[in-house]
């Protein structure tokens, strides 16, 4: 495995290859996907059944304009069946990362790799957008310095503090869906913190009262809402759901 091949990158970009300091790497576990912290390091998991090549970059923070460490994945190596992945020795959680993915290039197969573009995790547990432009994002030129990243987060270590579930029968089960921004963004919620989940849990007592026993969140990930999607008498609508 090469932890630097400049021959993967896009012009220019060969400066980011060489820093320090640097982290040993092995071939990691197909299993789970995503970036998952492990006794020693972080194994990254990225399925994709027609890249050709793929290079993860490793952050010092959110806003690092450029990687301090640039790792091309082996595919004899570093690839189980469609699934590519790697060990990276040393590494905590709170290290942001992204992808460089390389492939065929065939919009009529659905298949538009570009291995300029820097990509996030689709199985990433938290993204940052600190830099992001989508101007950048959307062409077809190099969009290092201002590409989203995604984070390192180790669940394991979140503190409880002391929660238990419910256990309450499926039966007795009321189900209220329910987005979040949406539910108390309008001054008629009569909450402290409208549109948050602040703003949701001021109401608890008021979905007690209906009898919910359960929320069910609508997607509660991150989303480009800047995205137009389309027009309603000339005026653009933007995307609130995600």
Known sequence: MSVQNPSFAPAGAAAVLTSSPTHAVEAGSPLPVGACPVPGGVNFSLPSGNATGVELLLFASHDAPEPFQVIRLDPFVNKSFHIWHVLVRGLRAGTHYAYRVDGPYDPG????????????????????????????????EDNLTTSMRSAVIDTWGYDWEGDRPLKHPMEDTIIYEVH????????????????????????IPYLKDLGVTAVELLPVFDFDEMEVLREVEGEARTNYWG
């Open 109 to 140: 197969r659905g298949h538009r790799f570009n291995k300029r573009k820097v990509l996030i995790d689709p199985n990433a547990r938290g993204n940052t957008k600190s830099l992001w432009r989508r101007a950048s994002a959307t062409g077809p």
């Open 180 to 203: 979040v921004r949406g539910f108390t963004r309008s001054p008629t919620a009569d909450v402290r913190c409208p549109g948050t989940f602040v703003g949701l849990i001021e109401k």
